[in-house]
């Protein structure tokens, strides 16, 4: 990688960890080069993005990132303007329901209904081919709010749980209730799932316990627990060999249909919130082996992609595949499209992104909803992704598939329109990313469109604090070991020799590097 005139030695386009960005307590957000996806190569580019890191108060919501915010308007080549206008109604809000008196907990889709329920402490049971509330809906029982609802592969069961400690399973048809099965612990029901074939259903509760019901007879089958924290999450494998439950301690545990635990994983630091699995296998292996992509998401902002494979000869296998940084909020639900291709995932910044799964770029950015979104799932037979949120409504969503493809698609060209920017085109694209102060440096070194593609971000080490400015660790110990007390940045007597590690930064790092080495 070359090294721009006029930029300081051994960081890229970054200027050093202990060179300062003129605000006290900004840090870089290195994550933001690749925010919505992979950069091919570890490529630098306009199609990933790029952002200089602000200051902003606790008291301000913030709002995941439009990806292609950097190509609207006059900071992109008109050409390129057209491209995005061809995808702009990929994806439409047909219909908003707003029946629910309190936040919307869950929400979930068969062939033909959609269930939502809440912390109001009903469920509702809505038509798909006109979204009107059926004639016995809402059902009601439970005494406290409802966490979840799930239909049954068939579309004729509903299960319902509830912080009173109870799982309810409903007919669909008529709204009856057929039976309540009480958690053994009487700790209250966070989340409950069914199995591929109907015969199970998983409860999980507050106090860690994982109960496995006999779906026909409304027994109990087998219970099971986790070390520490609450059961927020639970998914079944598409072949029904297995589990996986989340806990609020950031454990995805892995169980099989005996209740044995699997495996174990430490996966997101601050406790996991969702976990879905695509139901397409990944590919088909040598003795039967089938791979399985698993999503979770959790309090860290994040959504990390798993990939998961079982065979009772060969036993479990979960790695880790990627990162999705694309929220700036903690995410509090995920979901794949019944095809596989598509992720969704909803946030505390209140916004809904869609994901490709293939290339895991974003393809959409939805922000109609005024407060946290705690749901989305799709419709396993049509292009409809409903999300709900505390704001007590529930979206409807409707793709189109052509516009879809589309989108797909979009990334090459963006690419091909960046080849062919000029200098000046360069330069009107970083003022419009409010990074005027990086136009004469690439305008010294000449940079135009093609050269932008093929500058390159090199690896970051540990960044530590001593005096509210970050530094890399290797160049702040150097500095102190010849006995400098005093702050590189302000000149100041250091008031201690003690270096604070900034996690945040660490975090951020950690996601970059996550995302593009692999």
């Known amino acids: 990688m070359r090294r721009l005139k006029g930029q300081p030695r051994g960081r890229g386009l970054f200027p050093p960890p202990w060179v300062s960005t003129g605000v006290r307590g900004a840090e870089p957000v290195p994550s933001a080069l ?8 570890g490529a630098w580019s306009p199609v990933s993005g790029f952002q200089r890191a602000r200051p902003r108060p606790a008291h301000l919501p913030c709002a995941a990132r439009d990806p292609w915010a950097p190509h609207r308007g006059s900071g992109a080549p008109r050409a390129l303007q057209a491209v995005l206008l061809q995808i702009k109604n990929m994806v439409k809000l047909i219909h908003t329901l707003a029946d629910h008196g309190d936040d919307v907990n869950c929400c979930a889709f068969s062939f033909s209904l959609l269930a939502t329920c809440s912390l109001d402490k009903t469920i509702r049971l809505y038509s798909l081919h006109d979204f009107t509330e059926l004639p016995h809906s809402p059902l009601k029982f439970h005494t406290y709010a409802v966490h979840c609802c799930c239909f049954s592969p068939s579309g004729h069961i509903l299960a319902s749980c509830s912080t009173d400690g109870t799982t309810v399973l409903w007919n669909t048809e008529n709204g009856q209730m057929l039976a309540v099965m009480e958690q053994p612990s009487g700790s209250p029901v966070r989340v409950c799932q069914f199995s591929p074939d109907s015969r199970c259903l998983t409860s999980g509760a507050a106090d860690g316990t994982v109960v496995l019901w006999n779906a026909q007879s409304y ?5 099971g627990s986790v070390k520490d924290g609450s059961l927020v999450a639970c998914a079944f494998s598409p072949n029904g060999s297995f589990f996986v439950t989340g806990s609020s301690c950031g454990d995805l545990t892995v169980w099989d249909d005996k209740m044995r635990c699997l495996h174990s994983e430490k996966a997101h630091d601050l406790g996991i919130t969702c976990c879905d699995f695509s ?5 088909d292996g040598e003795q039967g082996l089938q791979f399985f992509r698993l999503a979770s998401c959790g309090q860290d902002c994040q959504v990390k992609i798993w990939i998961v494979s079982f065979t009772h000869i060969l036993g479990f296998e979960l790695k880790y595949k990627s990162t999705l940084s694309g929220h700036c909020a903690p995410v509090l639900a995920c979901a794949f499209s019944h095809d596989g291709q598509m992720l969704v995932s909803g946030s505390v910044d209140k916004s809904v992104i869609v994901y490709d799964t293939n290339t895991e770029n974003i393809l959409h950015t939805l922000t109609q909803h005024t407060r946290y979104v705690t749901t989305c799932a799709f419709a396993p037979n049509t292009l409809l992704l409903a999300t709900g949120s505390m704001d007590k409504t529930v979206n409807i969503w409707q793709f ?10 979009t990334e090459d060209q963006l690419k091909q329109f960046t080849e062919d920017w000029s200098e000046e085109d360069v330069s009107t694209w970083l ?10 440096i690439f305008k010294m070194n000449n940079i135009d469109g093609k050269e932008l593609l093929n500058l390159t971000k090199e690896s970051l080490a540990d960044d530590l604090k001593i005096d509210g400015y970050s530094y890399e660790k290797e160049a702040i110990e150097n500095w102190i070991s010849k006995k400098k007390r005093t702050s590189p940045m302000t000149n100041l007597v250091l008031p201690s020799a003690v270096l604070t590690p900034n996690r945040t930064l660490k975090m951020a790092i950690n996601r970059w590097l996550e995302t593009h080495q692999k």
């Open 400 to 409: 189109d598939l052509e516009t879809l493809c589309q989108a797909r698609s």
């Open 431 to 440: 003022c419009a990313q409010d990074l005027k102060d990086l136009v004469g």
């Open 279 to 283: 139901s397409q296998p990944v590919s």
């Open 219 to 223: 027994k109990l089958y087998r219970c």
């Open 34 to 41: 690749g925010l919505h996806g992979r950069s091919r190569g």
